[in-house]
């Protein structure tokens, strides 16, 4: 079992920015592909962004391109959301999610763990 635990979230303007984080405490991250995924109320679980185990790769949503960077630092077993120019339609639960793979992947059902989400309020 992978652990995830985000962090980061709250509430901010639009325009604003925000770093959302993904730790998986005591575990070697370094083999995990990981990636970011956010729900809002009454609507289906979307993907966000995704980076490969070494953080050679990455892949974004196209709403969210050229305001988010995914990022990783594997020493600390923790992968980073940076989230700027944000928008009111970018109020949601942001989950992370975690697979024993090389690939970058876009879709839930491909994820094996994934933490308990953290909300991001963004206010117009």
């Known amino acids: 079992q992978v652990q995830l635990v985000e962090s980061g979230g709250g509430l901010v303007q639009a325009g604003g920015s925000l770093r959302l984080s993904c730790a998986a405490p005591g575990r070697t991250f370094s083999s995990y592909a990981v990636g970011w995924f956010r729900q809002a109320p009454g609507q289906e679980r979307e993907f966000v962004a995704t980076i490969t185990p070494s953080a050679g790769n990455t892949y974004y949503a196209d709403s969210v391109k050229g305001r988010f960077t995914i990022s990783r630092d594997n020493a600390k077993a923790t992968v980073y959301l940076q989230m700027n120019t944000l928008k009111p339609e970018d109020t949601a639960v942001y989950y992370c999610?975690?697979?024993?793979?090389?690939?970058?992947?876009?879709?839930?059902?491909?994820?094996?763990?994934w933490g308990q989400g953290t909300q991001v309020t963004v206010s117009s």
């Open positions: 999610a975690a697979d024993l793979t090389f690939r970058l992947l876009t879709r839930a059902d491909e994820y094996d763990y």
